[in-house]
Each structure stands twice: as structure tokens, then as C-alpha cells.
């Protein structure tokens, strides 16, 4: 006699099927993922969701061919009173010589555009092309512009419209560069370089984060990567290479913000984090960190509430970070934040 | 009949009892129960790992464990389920059934079995005592170098895992030589290769591949080992070292593993299809074939997992052509198991529904497998969910249900009792609503950007949904795995009398007592044909009498030995020494018990 639980769950297998199934499909929708890639905006991501929405569109119908026939067979050939015995059946030649055709040449259809589109995104672009080194660090991405003379941190500033050139390297352990809106994904290693291309198509801040395991804190190894008008690119890159302000000098700077940048020498910060435009120390530089979109690599938004957290104790939002709790006043972040807040 | 010069002591002719022989025995049949309870204790032990990583997972920006617990739960959840419960889980069913469905009375090297099953266990042990130190692996399963190396991994971490991995791979490679030379030297009178059991055939290929995989993955873990002991630099770039040769060695070895985790499956499959839909394995020998072509190409695709690092197009385009062209006989095979059930009368047993589920869930994982052959669309997924999803459909979906259809399927051989068919109903049912709920919304979540390993994620991501819904999946998974263990304590009450074939099998193991006598067969069957039993039944007008027992006077047995446990603890205090730095006192202790282990060994009465 069939056990009632198991009686009642077959029964309702099929509802709570569905009810999954409709929640899954809402939750489907990749327009609320702001890190997809089912949206691609770059033509090396096009390329990519070329590929993609191919192998998906074959396996969509081997799925439903080999699945139904499965099924098919499953309520077919069910064992009925008064069966028959079966055929004993031991094979069919012909049958495999097809069954093995067919595959082959659905395999053939996706390997061949999947041959020519690696040579094509293989090809380095020209030397029109925005060159950006980019560094990763455990646990935060660094970026330098050779051609502009700049080292930024945390977010990847690029024009949109143009080819973006990226030679990719690390200073410490293997992490992995992706950018799902514009290209995939390459991995760093600390004796080479590795490369990525792509030219945006359009314009806003999105989120990313690093994708090769590097120890305790590769969950919150975030950056952004913001796309802007070329004017706007060029602007920032001409504002970004102005030399640190120097408040103390100034009679009409707040005063909490000349305590900052006192504290900023006094405190030890300046021994890992550079304020000027180009040049790179162990962490990261914080050359205009006041008008960054986010901080504490790419993980929290930069506000002065969330800026304050972060200079108090890095260890509590990112345990094992390399930079310490400096054991700093309340006064004295405040300060800071000014001061780092000012610095745009 | 005249009795040999060789008596059989008495000790022989009765099943002896106790913990003494059970840590003596050299009987495959109670090597392979040894294998699978301590295999499903850690099984269990992975799933708790995998609870705690779901629970964590439920909420963005979740405190529940810290970044490195979570780190060394992921590394141990990898760990522990491919070494220490696919694989040991396989071992169960080739200790058991080997000898039987060949006809022999035991494998060539009965000590050398449990020697691999004692090593199995130590290592196992060892790699798990690395929580007590607050310091279990932390660097994933596949260990990248060279986050690995001494400089970024300074504490005893990683030493804990190369140990443990060292150790574990003589006991898969003792294994592997042990099944290799059983299935070539031992098989029943008459019995060619091409009519031996699917199971017997597919667990043949998983041996050589063990046998020719292993010894890289010893190279590569020495390799680490010395660079984090000795100061060498293979691994270390300031050196000179290339981390990406780590890549190259691990996987490697990390591609025919995971043929290593499947294939048995595809064998117990191959051996619960026939006997519930009543007709023989469609395809035969397109399956024995298929199975040495996967095999022989999965040594030719292991950058598969490496095209992210920037191999140039050419490596690209070679591994991803490779990758695809092995889908080609993967779905032969998938095409002859439902060839199999085509036209037969299909009996929807639980072992049959799980060998059905296996069909249903492995489609979809090689078919997302496929997605990923193809490196433009893998450089947005490789390193994301959708990985995860892809394998956990392969080696859940696929090993862990047919694995668990075996269990229903071989537990009256194994143990005289049948499994409550309803309660197993229950547990088919719930795993796989479990199962799917858990794993299917990863392909989802790894579309739309969510990285593996990471130990939260943030509010803005929108992953919370999705991820509350698997580890609801987690749950309920859990509890199936309840009724699972439920309908065993309930069924082990009723006493032993299970009859030798209750679901008219076609393999010789049915052909005996269940359990089995320790001698196995009375007199050795001598067979010509395929699906032995079947013939056999066929030709005595339909069905054979059920097996009584008899005596087994006159049939010598290996003797049990305790040395094979004093060589395994020799081989695992040796390699220990490694852990933390090099203790020499440790290492000189323990090649004197090996030493002394292996010399009693070959020198006592066999």
C-alpha cells in the first residue's frame, strides 16, 4: 500500500512545479541585476551573447527533444496488467550511426562560430584605443592610464564610444577582471600581463566584482566601472590630474577639513595611500576619493556615514583587510571624512 | 569428496562477528559496507558544510560565519564530497559487486583492499582534524597556486590539504591496481571482456583513469608541499615559478577525475534500467566504447577550466573543439539508456526511479556543460553560479541519485533486508523537488552575475530572492536525506530474509544468498553469455531455485589480517609529518610502522 506522504507529495509535485517555476521566470528577468550579462553593452559582450544565446538556443531543443522522449517512453512503455513481455531487443546499428550524426553536426553549427569569434576578440585592438593597466590587489582593483599619467583605484573611468584597451596584471595572488555589461572576464596572474578590449555603447555607473577566489576577503573585492560621454571622460581625466589641494594654506577652507589633511599625514595614512594623480603606493590611491561613487573597493557607497564606518574599523565590514583599525577618535574621522570629502 | 591438505579453520566456514573483524577483514564484501558507512558519514558531514554555506547565503551582507569560516567550509564542502563521498561511495559498490558479477570469490589482493580502505578512512580523518586547530582548508578544492604558497597562506591550512590528498591518493591508487588486475585475472570461467557486466566494464575504465590521473595530481600536491616546506619555487613567481603550471597539473588530473566520479554511475545505471523496464542494455557495445572514448578524450580537455587565464586562440579553440566533440558519445550513452526503457515494462521501483531521475537531471547538466564548451560564452560564466549549477546537475542530478538508486537497488544483497519501498518513494520525491529548487535557480544567478566562492553579497545585487529559494531547496533536501536515513534504522528491526533475486536481476550477484556467503559462489559459474543469470534462467525454463546455504568446507579463504591497518597508519603518520613544516621524529616514526606493517604483511600466512 503506497505510503499517503508520498501519495500526497506526487500529487502535489506537479503545482509546486509550477509555482516554482513562475516564481523563477519573475525572477527571470535580468533588467534587475545590475551586474548581468544577459544585457550586453559593449560590442565584445554582443559578441559573447551571440555565442551564448546560440548554445542556449541548441540545447533548448535537444533539452526538449531527449527530455520528452524520455518522458514519453517513461508513460509509454509503463508496465500495464496483462503486458506483454517485451521485445528483448539487444540493439540497432543504424540507430547509433544516427544518433551519433546528429549531435556531431548540431556541435559543428556551435563550433564554428565559436572558432571565429575567438580569433576575432582575440585581436588586440589599435592604437586608437584608451590604454588602462589594471592591477589587482588583495583585496581591491587598481587602474593606471599611461597615456593620461593617472593611478586611480576602485572605479574604472571610460569614454564611451571608444575602444578601451585593457592590459591586466597582479600584485599578489591570481584574482580575475570582469566586466559582465561590456566584455568577459580575464584572470591576472603576477608574472604577465593578460588582455581585454571593448568600446561601451552606453553611458552609466555599474557594478562589478572580482571572479577568481584570493583568499578571506574575494566577496567583497567590488569595483564600478563608469562609462561616460568622451567630453566627460576628458574632463575628469583633465580635473584628476590637477595636484592634491592644499588647504592649510587656504583661509577659507573649514577648519575640520585642515584638521583632515593634518590627520592625513599625522595618522600614518599618507604612508599607504598616495593623493596624488600618478603615483601608486600599497593601497589605494585616494586622489579625489570625495566624488567616487563608492568605497572600501566598490562594497559600500561613499557617503560620509559609510565613509566615517570605514576609517573607524575596516576590520569590522572587511575582516582581514590590510588596513588597520588606526584606534582614531570620533573627532578625528570626522575630519577625515571631511577632508577625503573635499578632495574631489 | 576428498578433503584438500589445506583445511579450512573453523573460523572460516562461520561469518565471524565482532569489531576484531571487522578491523581484520579482508573480505570485499565487508570492505565495501566499511566503505559506505564511513563514505555516507562524511557525506553527511559535506552536507552540513553545504547547510551552513545556505544559511549564510540567505541574506546579503549575512554575519552568520566570518569570511574564513566561510572560506574553509566551501574548500572542505568541494573536498569532502568529490574524496570522501563520490568516490568511497563508487568503492562501496566495486568492493561488493566486482567479485560477484565476475564470479570470483574475492579481488586479486584482498590486503591490499583494506589497506585502501584503512588509508581512505586515516586520510579522511586527518583532513577533518584540521577544524579542531581552527585551520581546515581554505584554499577551495582545486587549491590555485599561488594563493596556496607560503607567503599568502601561512598557516597550516593548505598543509592539511596536501597531506590529506597525498594520503587519499594511495588508497584510490591502491584501489585502482587491485579492480584493474580483479577485472582482468578473475573473471568466471568462460566470461569474456565483452560480456562482462555494464557496471564491471564502466568501473574497468574509472580504474585505468584513476591509475593514469593520480600520479599527476601527487606531482602537483608534492610540488606545493615542497614549496611551502622547503623553500623550493615552482609555484612562487619571485622565484621563478609559474602559478599557471599549477593549473596545467591540477586539472590535468581534475578532468578524468570528474569522468572518475561519473562513471560508475553510468555503470549502475546501465545495471537498474535493464532489469526494470525487462530487456537488456540497448547498445551494448556502443556503450562499452563510448565509455573508453570519453575516458581516452578526457585526458585532451582539461583547459577547459583554464580559458579565462589567456591562452591565445589557438589553445582556446583546440580545448573548446575537444570539450565538444566528448558530448558526442556522452549522448550515445543517454540515447541507449532511454534505447533501454524503449518498449520494455517499465516497474517503477525506487531504485528505478532514481535511475530514471539520474537520466532526467544529467541531460541537463551535460547539456549546460555544452554551454560552456564554448570559451566567448564561458568567459561570462566560468567562475559564476552558473558553474555551480552545471555541476552540482552532473555530480548530484547525476552520481549522488544513481548512487542512491544502487543503495535501494543492492541493499537485499548487502544486507538480507529490502528498503521500505513508500519511504523510499518519499525520500525519490523530495530530492528531487530539493534538488532542483536548490540548484536550478544557479544557472539563473550566474547569468545575471553572481561569482562563486564569495562569502555574501550586497543589496543592490538583487540575488536575495533567488538565493532564498535554494536554501529553501538546501532544506528540504536535508530532509530527505532524514527519510533516507529513517527508512534504514526502520527496516534494519526485521530480521534477514531477503530473498537472493528480488527484482529478477540479470547479473550473477542474484544468483546467491542475500547476503552472500563470505565464499560467495559454491562452486564458480561458468558463463558464455551476457546478462549471465538471465541466460541461465532462461535456459532452466524461466526462473532457478532460490540458492540455499551450504557449508563451504573445502574453500579457502584469505585469512584476516590486522597489518594492512598498521601499514595505513605508517602511510598516514609519514605524510602527517608534513603538516606545519617537516618533522623529521614524525616521518622516522612512521616509515618504522609502514616498515613494519608491510613486512609482517608479506611474510604472514596468506
Given at each position: 500500500?503506497?505510503?499517503?506522504?508520498?501519495?500526497?507529495?506526487?500529487?502535489?509535485?506537479?503545482?509546486l512545479?509550477?509555482?516554482?517555476?513562475v516564481?523563477?521566470?519573475?525572477?527571470?528577468?535580468?533588467?534587475?541585476?545590475?551586474?548581468t550579462t544577459?544585457?550586453?553593452?559593449?560590442?565584445?559582450?554582443?559578441?559573447?551573447?551571440?555565442?551564448f544565446?546560440?548554445?542556449?538556443?541548441?540545447?533548448?531543443?535537444?533539452?526538449?527533444l531527449?527530455?520528452?522522449?524520455?518522458?514519453?517512453?517513461?508513460?509509454?512503455?509503463?508496465?500495464?496488467?496483462?503486458?506483454?513481455?517485451?521485445?528483448?531487443?539487444?540493439?540497432?546499428?543504424?540507430?547509433?550511426?544516427?544518433?551519433?550524426?546528429?549531435?556531431?553536426?548540431?556541435l559543428?553549427?556551435?563550433a564554428v562560430?565559436?572558432?571565429?569569434?575567438?580569433?576575432?576578440?582575440?585581436?588586440?585592438?589599435?592604437p586608437e584605443?584608451?590604454?588602462?593597466?589594471?592591477?589587482?590587489?588583495?583585496?581591491?582593483?587598481?587602474?593606471?592610464?599611461p597615456?593620461?599619467?593617472?593611478?586611480?583605484?576602485?572605479?574604472?573611468?571610460?569614454?564611451?564610444?571608444?575602444?578601451?584597451?585593457?592590459?591586466?596584471?597582479?600584485?599578489?595572488?591570481?584574482?580575475?577582471?570582469?566586466?559582465?555589461?561590456?566584455?568577459?572576464?580575464?584572470?591576472?596572474?603576477?608574472?604577465?600581463?593578460?588582455?581585454?578590449?571593448?568600446?561601451?555603447?552606453?553611458?552609466?555607473?555599474?557594478p562589478?566584482?572580482?571572479?577568481?577566489?584570493?583568499?578571506?576577503?574575494?566577496?567583497?573585492?567590488?569595483?564600478r566601472?563608469?562609462?561616460?560621454?568622451?567630453?566627460?571622460?576628458?574632463?575628469?581625466?583633465?580635473?584628476?590630474?590637477?595636484?592634491?589641494?592644499?588647504?592649510?594654506?587656504?583661509?577659507?577652507?573649514?577648519?575640520?577639513?585642515?584638521?583632515?589633511?593634518a590627520?592625513?599625514?599625522?595618522?600614518?595614512?599618507?604612508?599607504?595611500?598616495?593623493?596624488?594623480?600618478?603615483?601608486?603606493?600599497?593601497?589605494p590611491?585616494?586622489?579625489?576619493?570625495?566624488?567616487?561613487?563608492?568605497i572600501?573597493?566598490?562594497?559600500?557607497?561613499?557617503?560620509?556615514e559609510?565613509?566615517?564606518?570605514?576609517i573607524q574599523?575596516?576590520?569590522?565590514?572587511?575582516?582581514?583587510?590590510?588596513?588597520?583599525?588606526?584606534?582614531?577618535?570620533?573627532?578625528?574621522?570626522?575630519?577625515?571624512?571631511?577632508?577625503?570629502?573635499?578632495?574631489? | 569428496?576428498?578433503?584438500?591438505?589445506?583445511?579450512q579453520?573453523?573460523?572460516?566456514?562461520?561469518?565471524?562477528?565482532?569489531?576484531?573483524?571487522?578491523?581484520?577483514t579482508v573480505?570485499?564484501?565487508r570492505?565495501?559496507?566499511?566503505?559506505?558507512?564511513?563514505?555516507?558519514?562524511?557525506?553527511?558531514l559535506?552536507?552540513?558544510?553545504?547547510?551552513?554555506?545556505?544559511?549564510?547565503?540567505?541574506?546579503?551582507?549575512?554575519?552568520?560565519?566570518s569570511?574564513?569560516?566561510y572560506?574553509?567550509?566551501?574548500?572542505?564542502?568541494?573536498?569532502?564530497?568529490?574524496?570522501?563521498?563520490?568516490?568511497?561511495?563508487?568503492?562501496?559498490?566495486?568492493?561488493?559487486l566486482?567479485?560477484?558479477?565476475l564470479?570470483?570469490?574475492?579481488?586479486?589482493?584482498?590486503?591490499?583492499?583494506?589497506?585502501s580502505?584503512?588509508?581512505?578512512?586515516?586520510?579522511?580523518?586527518?583532513?577533518?582534524?584540521?577544524?579542531?586547530?581552527?585551520?581546515?582548508?581554505?584554499?577551495?578544492?582545486?587549491?590555485?597556486?599561488?594563493?596556496?604558497?607560503?607567503?599568502?597562506?601561512?598557516?597550516?591550512?593548505i598543509?592539511?590539504?596536501?597531506?590529506?590528498?597525498?594520503?587519499?591518493?594511495?588508497?584510490?591508487?591502491?584501489?585502482?591496481?587491485?579492480?584493474?588486475?580483479t577485472?582482468?585475472?578473475?573473471?568466471?570461467?568462460?566470461m569474456?571482456?565483452?560480456?562482462?557486466?555494464?557496471?564491471?566494464?564502466?568501473?574497468?575504465?574509472?580504474?585505468?583513469?584513476?591509475?593514469?590521473?593520480?600520479?599527476?595530481?601527487?606531482?602537483?600536491?608534492?610540488?606545493?608541499?615542497?614549496?611551502?616546506?622547503?623553500?623550493?619555487h615552482?609555484?612562487?613567481?619571485?622565484?621563478?615559478?609559474?602559478?599557471?603550471?599549477?593549473?596545467?597539473?591540477?586539472?590535468?588530473?581534475?578532468?578524468?577525475?570528474?569522468?572518475?566520479?561519473?562513471?560508475?554511475?553510468?555503470?549502475?545505471?546501465?545495471?537498474?534500467?535493464?532489469?526494470?523496464?525487462?530487456?537488456?542494455?540497448?547498445?551494448?557495445?556502443?556503450?562499452?566504447?563510448?565509455?573508453?572514448?570519453?575516458?581516452?578524450v578526457?585526458?585532451?580537455?582539461?583547459?577547459?577550466?583554464m580559458?579565462?587565464?589567456?591562452?591565445?586562440?589557438?589553445a582556446?579553440?583546440?580545448?573548446?573543439?575537444?570539450?565538444?566533440?566528448?558530448a558526442?558519445?556522452?549522448?550515445?550513452?543517454?540515447?541507449?539508456?532511454?534505447?533501454?526503457?524503449?518498449?520494455?515494462?517499465?516497474?517503477?521501483k525506487?531504485?528505478?526511479?532514481?535511475?530514471?531521475?539520474?537520466?532526467?537531471?544529467?541531460?541537463?547538466?551535460?547539456l549546460?556543460?555544452?554551454?560552456?564548451a564554448?570559451?566567448p560564452?564561458?568567459?561570462?560564466?566560468?567562475?559564476?553560479?552558473?558553474?555551480?549549477?552545471?555541476?552540482?546537475?552532473?555530480?548530484?542530478?547525476?552520481?549522488?541519485?544513481?548512487?542512491?538508486?544502487g543503495?535501494?537497488?543492492?541493499?537485499?544483497?548487502?544486507?538480507?533486508?529490502?528498503?521500505?519501498?513508500?519511504?523510499?518513494?518519499?525520500?525519490?520525491?523530495?530530492?528531487?523537488?530539493?534538488?532542483?529548487?536548490?540548484?536550478?535557480?544557479?544557472?539563473?544567478?550566474?547569468l545575471?552575475?553572481?561569482?562563486?566562492?564569495?562569502?555574501?553579497?550586497?543589496?543592490?545585487?538583487?540575488?536575495?530572492?533567488?538565493?532564498q529559494?535554494?536554501t529553501?531547496?538546501?532544506l528540504?533536501?536535508?530532509?530527505?536525506?532524514l527519510?533516507?536515513?529513517?527508512n534504514?534504522?526502520?527496516?534494519?528491526?526485521?530480521?534477514a530474509?531477503?530473498?537472493?533475486?528480488?527484482?529478477?536481476?540479470?547479473?550473477?550477484?542474484w544468483?546467491?544468498p542475500?547476503?552472500?556467503?563470505?565464499?560467495?559462489?559454491?562452486?564458480?559459474?561458468?558463463?558464455?553469455?551476457?546478462?549471465?543469470?538471465?541466460?541461465?534462467?532462461r535456459a532452466?525454463?524461466?526462473?532457478?531455485?532460490?540458492?540455499?546455504?551450504?557449508?563451504?568446507?573445502?574453500?579457502?579463504?584469505?585469512?584476516?589480517?590486522?597489518y594492512?591497518?598498521?601499514?595505513a597508519?605508517?602511510?598516514?603518520?609519514?605524510?602527517g609529518?608534513?603538516?606545519?613544516?617537516?618533522?623529521?621524529?614524525?616521518?622516522i616514526?612512521?616509515?618504522?610502522?609502514?616498515?613494519?606493517?608491510?613486512?609482517?604483511?608479506?611474510?604472514?600466512?596468506?
Open positions: 500500500m503506497s505510503h499517503p506522504t508520498g501519495r500526497r507529495l506526487a500529487h502535489w509535485a506537479p503545482a512545479t509550477l509555482a516554482a517555476l516564481l523563477l521566470v519573475a525572477a527571470c528577468s535580468p533588467d534587475q541585476y545590475p551586474q544577459l544585457r550586453p553593452r559593449a560590442d565584445y559582450a554582443r559578441d559573447a551573447d551571440a555565442i544565446r546560440l548554445t542556449l538556443g541548441w540545447a533548448t531543443v535537444v533539452f526538449v531527449v527530455e520528452g522522449a524520455l518522458l514519453f517512453a517513461l508513460y509509454r512503455f509503463r508496465n500495464r496488467p496483462g503486458a506483454a513481455d517485451p521485445v528483448q531487443s539487444h540493439g540497432n546499428t543504424t540507430l547509433e550511426i544516427v544518433w551519433t550524426i546528429i549531435p556531431a553536426f548540431i559543428a553549427m556551435i562560430p565559436t572558432v571565429r569569434t575567438i580569433f576575432k576578440t582575440a585581436t588586440k585592438p589599435g584605443a584608451l590604454q588602462v593597466e589594471v592591477i589587482g590587489h588583495q583585496w581591491w582593483w587598481e587602474f593606471r592610464y597615456q593620461l599619467g593617472i593611478t586611480t583605484a576602485g572605479e574604472l573611468m571610460v569614454p564611451s564610444g571608444r575602444t578601451v584597451n585593457l592590459e591586466m596584471t597582479t600584485g599578489d595572488v591570481l584574482h580575475s577582471f570582469w566586466l559582465p555589461q561590456f566584455a568577459g572576464k580575464r584572470d591576472v596572474f603576477p608574472n604577465r600581463y593578460n588582455n581585454l578590449w571593448f568600446k561601451a555603447e552606453v553611458e552609466g555607473n555599474f562589478a566584482q572580482c571572479v577568481e577566489f584570493c583568499g578571506i576577503q574575494h566577496g567583497r573585492m567590488a569595483y566601472i563608469v562609462s561616460m560621454k568622451p567630453e566627460a571622460f576628458d574632463a575628469w581625466a583633465a580635473n584628476f590630474n590637477q595636484p592634491p589641494r592644499d588647504f592649510s594654506a587656504d583661509t577659507a577652507a573649514n577648519p575640520l577639513v585642515k584638521q583632515g589633511q590627520l592625513f599625514q599625522a595618522k600614518g595614512c599618507v604612508g599607504c595611500h598616495s593623493l596624488y594623480p600618478a603615483l601608486p603606493l600599497i593601497g590611491n585616494l586622489h579625489h576619493v570625495g566624488s567616487r561613487s563608492h572600501a573597493a566598490g562594497t559600500l557607497e561613499n557617503t560620509d559609510n565613509l566615517a564606518k570605514w574599523n575596516p576590520q569590522a565590514w572587511k575582516e582581514g583587510v590590510l588596513m588597520p583599525n588606526l584606534g582614531l577618535k570620533d573627532d578625528e574621522v570626522h575630519a577625515l571624512v571631511a577632508y577625503l570629502r573635499a578632495n574631489q | 569428496m576428498a578433503t584438500t591438505a589445506i583445511e579453520t573453523p573460523a572460516h566456514s562461520v561469518e565471524a562477528t565482532g569489531l576484531w573483524s571487522w578491523i581484520t573480505d570485499h564484501k570492505i565495501g559496507i566499511l566503505y559506505g558507512a564511513t563514505a555516507f558519514l562524511f557525506f553527511l559535506g552536507g552540513i558544510e553545504a547547510l551552513v554555506i545556505r544559511l549564510q547565503l540567505a541574506q546579503p551582507n549575512s554575519t552568520l560565519v569570511p574564513d569560516t572560506n574553509q567550509l566551501f574548500t572542505m564542502h568541494g573536498t569532502t564530497m568529490i574524496f570522501l563521498g563520490v568516490m568511497p561511495l563508487s568503492a562501496m559498490y566495486f568492493n561488493f566486482i567479485p560477484l558479477q564470479g570470483a570469490r574475492d579481488v586479486a589482493f584482498p590486503r591490499l583492499n583494506a589497506f580502505y584503512w588509508v581512505f578512512l586515516l586520510g579522511g580523518l586527518l583532513i577533518n582534524v584540521s577544524w579542531l586547530f581552527g585551520a581546515a582548508p581554505n584554499g577551495g578544492w582545486f587549491g590555485y597556486a599561488n594563493l596556496t604558497t607560503k607567503q599568502f597562506s601561512p598557516g597550516m591550512n598543509d592539511f590539504w596536501t597531506v590529506g590528498l597525498q594520503i587519499l591518493g594511495v588508497a584510490s591508487l591502491a584501489a585502482a591496481v587491485n579492480f584493474f588486475v577485472t582482468v585475472n578473475l573473471r568466471a570461467p568462460g569474456k571482456m565483452m560480456q562482462m557486466p555494464m557496471f564491471v566494464w564502466m568501473s574497468f575504465i574509472t580504474q585505468i583513469l584513476l591509475l593514469l590521473s593520480f600520479p599527476i595530481i601527487t606531482v602537483a600536491l608534492v610540488l606545493l608541499m615542497i614549496d611551502r616546506t622547503f623553500g623550493t615552482f609555484f612562487v613567481p619571485s622565484g621563478g615559478g609559474d602559478p599557471i603550471l599549477w593549473q596545467h597539473l591540477f586539472w590535468l588530473f581534475g578532468h578524468p577525475e570528474v569522468y572518475i566520479l561519473i562513471l560508475p554511475s553510468f555503470g549502475i545505471v546501465s545495471e537498474i534500467l535493464p532489469v526494470f523496464s525487462r530487456k537488456p542494455l540497448f547498445g551494448y557495445a556502443a556503450m562499452v566504447f563510448s565509455g573508453v572514448f570519453i575516458a581516452f578526457g585526458f585532451g580537455v582539461w583547459a577547459h577550466h580559458f579565462a587565464t589567456g591562452m591565445g586562440p589557438f582556446d579553440a583546440f580545448f573548446s573543439l575537444a570539450t565538444m566533440i566528448i558526442i558519445p556522452t549522448g550515445v550513452k543517454i540515447f541507449n539508456w532511454i534505447g533501454t526503457m524503449w518498449g520494455g515494462r517499465i516497474e517503477f525506487t531504485a528505478m526511479l532514481f535511475a530514471i531521475g539520474f537520466l532526467g537531471m544529467f541531460i541537463m547538466g551535460g549546460s556543460g555544452v554551454m560552456h564554448s570559451p560564452a564561458d568567459l561570462q560564466q566560468t567562475d559564476t553560479y552558473f558553474i555551480v549549477a552545471h555541476f552540482h546537475y552532473v555530480l548530484f542530478g547525476g552520481a549522488i541519485f544513481a548512487l542512491t538508486g543503495a535501494y537497488y543492492w541493499w537485499p544483497k548487502m544486507f538480507g533486508r529490502m528498503l521500505d519501498e513508500s519511504l523510499g518513494k518519499v525520500h525519490f520525491w523530495l530530492m528531487m523537488i530539493g534538488f532542483n529548487l536548490t540548484f536550478f535557480p544557479m544557472h539563473i544567478l550566474g545575471n552575475g553572481m561569482p562563486r566562492r564569495v562569502y555574501t553579497y550586497s543589496e543592490e545585487s538583487n540575488f536575495k530572492l533567488l538565493n529559494l535554494e529553501l531547496g538546501s528540504i533536501l536535508a530532509v530527505s536525506f527519510v533516507f536515513m529513517y534504514i534504522w526502520k527496516t534494519w528491526r526485521i530480521k530474509t531477503a530473498p537472493a533475486d528480488p527484482w529478477n536481476g540479470a547479473t550473477l550477484e544468483s546467491i542475500s547476503p552472500p556467503q563470505v565464499f560467495n559462489f559454491p562452486a564458480l559459474p561458468q558463463v558464455s553469455t551476457r546478462d549471465a543469470l538471465w541466460e541461465m534462467k532452466a525454463g524461466g526462473s532457478v531455485p532460490e540458492p540455499q546455504r551450504v557449508s563451504g568446507k573445502g574453500i579457502h579463504m584469505p585469512n584476516p589480517s590486522f594492512p591497518l598498521v601499514a597508519i605508517g602511510v598516514t603518520v609519514t605524510l609529518g608534513f603538516i606545519g613544516g617537516s618533522h623529521l621524529p614524525v616521518h616514526a612512521g616509515v618504522a610502522i609502514l616498515l613494519f606493517g608491510v613486512y609482517s604483511w608479506a611474510f604472514e600466512p596468506a
